[in-house]
């Protein structure tokens, strides 16, 4: 029967935690996709890259230079932007001579002629476009107007740049206002053609996906040649140092201004502005060229491998052990965070917030469901234990420094058993309820004597009560606290009798046997009622014990295998061997406690 209960527990166990990881798997996978696991993702995001760039930074040999019109070119020139024709044009020829790998235009050029201002105002732009398509390739940038549409930009300076001229600079940013991914479909609904980026990389050979994660780890901190200082190279006619910075690169043109063109980044970028991420487009253009022209935009993990990585890291719901709990805890994102890094430096991106999220929802679904087991156990315990130990030893049971398999065990105990002497006689001489005012008296009494001496009271049996000491908190030498409450126990009996004495009822006198030895004990009973208790013959005979007592003139007479267990001290006389009615014959020793006897 105990086997076919414990199966069936086990059974049930294994139903609830079932039940528990397919629960688990459902947040699993609704946390995969969430806004939480991709705000997580973010933020795990720019720190990889933030410890890729600081300690495992990727040089580019050829890099991309940045030609900037800043606060000092605009003090440089006296006319409006608008009627840069002149100084767009010197510089494009300047480029023509300096020949770069390609040239990419950030900036707004006309939708319209100027030439009812001044004649021939476009001539010297649309000659210098002509003179660098003669030596060079050129994309020139198309943005969007207030209301989210492209502008024109005037179609004579389209022609001179060459077919397919025509590129997008449209720059998108996430919802927490960073722009890392290379995609002007995030933001807008009628992108078109190619971005800047990918136009230039595709002039220069390089055919790659031309939408992606940003690989922020490549390339040195970026620096910029301000537009005036080319166009004085250009005044000075020195061919030689503009082919030193220029020759064989690819080259973009864009803004630096303090509040204009400006875009969030999750590192450090711009040379000319340490400790800033807010910069400029161009510079997001440049990264996003660099990035194009090593091994490509980083391309994000399928969403079947991230929800399949998910699921398995909800298999931490079977961490149950203390020691693998801990293990799994700090190994699991340390081996997830490292990987997912090491993955980005080879250009491939696997987000781990989902994973992460799932690992722990199902390490803390587990941990709620033990605290709920732990709290239902707790309760049961109490509701098992609470009337037999005393609280201290509740507390210790409760908080696992005393074991108790409830389902039962053999263990070595000292058993006490205690009896009212002729109380069947005085029952019938009293009342009902002066017999029940009695033994409950007497009972309180004998309890805490029981517990003070860490005892267990596990049965009351009429007029007598029966205790285990040893079990299920362990004792060193469970026969001396035993004897120890056998004496509180008398001394309480004598307190008793002088209350009975002041209400005139005749005093009572019991007798205690002690016997040492192995017994089953557990929870035994029904579903409806049961009992913490033991089951053998070491039971029996302590009673049997308690029997000797009216015969032998002493209050407790114990086996002498408790005797010797606290080598006969105290005042235990040896009794010798002595009957035992149906259990043959069994040395025993009586005792007259002193501390009863100094009373």
């Known amino acids: 029967m105990e086997l076919k209960l414990g199966a069936l527990k086990l059974e049930n166990e294994k139903t609830r935690i079932g039940l528990g990881f397919v629960v688990c798997l459902l947040v699993t996978a609704a946390l995969t996709f969430s806004n939480l696991s991709e705000t997580l993702n973010r933020k795990i995001l720019d720190r990889q890259f933030v410890f890729l760039r600081d300690h495992y930074p990727r040089p580019i040999p050829n890099d991309a230079v940045i030609v900037g019109i800043d606060e000092a070119t605009f003090k440089a020139f006296k006319e409006p932007y608008e009627l840069w024709h002149p100084h767009f044009g010197k510089f494009l020829q300047a480029m023509s001579r300096a020949k770069p790998s390609v040239l990419g235009i950030d900036v707004a050029l006309p939708e319209q002629s100027y030439d009812f201002l001044i004649p021939k105002y476009d001539q010297k732009l649309t000659q210098g476009l002509l003179a660098l398509r003669a030596q060079a390739p050129i994309v020139l940038g198309q943005m969007l107007d207030e209301n989210g549409n492209f502008r024109s930009v005037y179609a004579p300076f389209v022609e001179a740049s060459g077919a397919n001229g025509l590129a997008t600079v449209v720059v998108c940013s996430e919802a927490d ?13 009628n992108a078109r053609g190619a971005t800047l980026t990918e136009a230039m990389a595709a002039h220069l050979g390089v055919q790659q996906p031309a939408r992606g994660l940003i690989d922020f780890r490549v390339g ?6 301000p537009f005036h200082k080319v166009l004085d190279l250009a005044d000075q006619n020195d061919d030689e140092q503009l082919g030193k910075i220029f020759r064989g690169k690819p080259v973009l043109l864009g803004m630096i201004l303090p509040f204009e063109d400006r875009v969030n980044l999750p590192v450090v970028l711009a040379a000319w ?49 203390h020691w693998f709990k801990f293990v799994s805890l700090v190994i699991f994102p340390i081996v997830l965070l490292a990987y997912s890094t090491w993955n980005l430096s080879q250009a491939a991106y696997l987000p781990v917030g989902g994973i992460l999220l799932s690992g722990f929802a199902a390490f803390g679904l587990r941990s709620v469901y033990e605290l709920v087991l732990k709290s239902r156990e707790n309760k049961e315990l109490r509701g098992i234990f609470g009337s037999y130990v005393s609280a201290e030893a509740l507390r210790e049971l409760i908080a696992g420094g005393v074991q108790s398999r409830l389902e039962g065990e053999r263990k070595r105990v000292c058993i006490l058993f205690a009896d009212i002497h002729n109380f069947g006689a005085r029952s019938e001489s009293s009342s009902p309820k002066e017999v029940v005012a009695l033994l409950n008296e007497y009972f309180t009494e004998m309890t805490v004597a029981i517990h003070q001496h860490n005892g267990t009271a596990s049965k009351f049996i009429g007029d007598a009560i029966m205790a285990c000491f040893g079990a299920p908190q362990e004792l060193v030498c469970p026969e001396k606290n035993a004897l120890e409450a056998a004496q509180e126990m008398l001394i309480r009996v004598r307190q008793v009798n002088v209350r009975l004495k002041e209400q005139g009822i005749a005093p009572i006198e019991i007798g205690i046997g002690l016997h040492v030895g192995e017994v089953v004990i557990g929870h035994i009973g029904s579903e409806s009622r049961h009992e913490y208790t033991a089951i053998g013959e070491v039971v029996s005979m302590a009673a049997r014990l308690e029997e000797l007592t009216k015969t032998l003139g002493y209050p407790v007479v114990c086996s002498k295998a408790v005797a010797k267990s606290v080598e006969l001290s105290g005042g235990l006389t040896e009794l010798g061997e002595q009957t035992i009615k149906g259990d043959g014959v069994l040395s025993v020793c009586g005792w007259y406690p002193p501390l009863l006897a100094a009373n």
């Open 177 to 189: 206002g960073l722009a890392r991914f290379a995609d002007p479909n995030q933001c807008t609904v």
């Open 220 to 225: 040195d901190e970026l620096t910029y040649m």
């Open 273 to 321: 502005e340490p400790e800033n991420r807010h910069v400029s487009t161009v510079a997001w253009h440049a990264q996003a060229l660099r990035s194009m022209l090593e091994r490509g935009l980083i391309q994000e993990s399928h969403h079947d491998l991230v929800l399949a990585l998910s699921l398995l890291a909800a298999l931490l719901w079977f961490a149950r052990l």
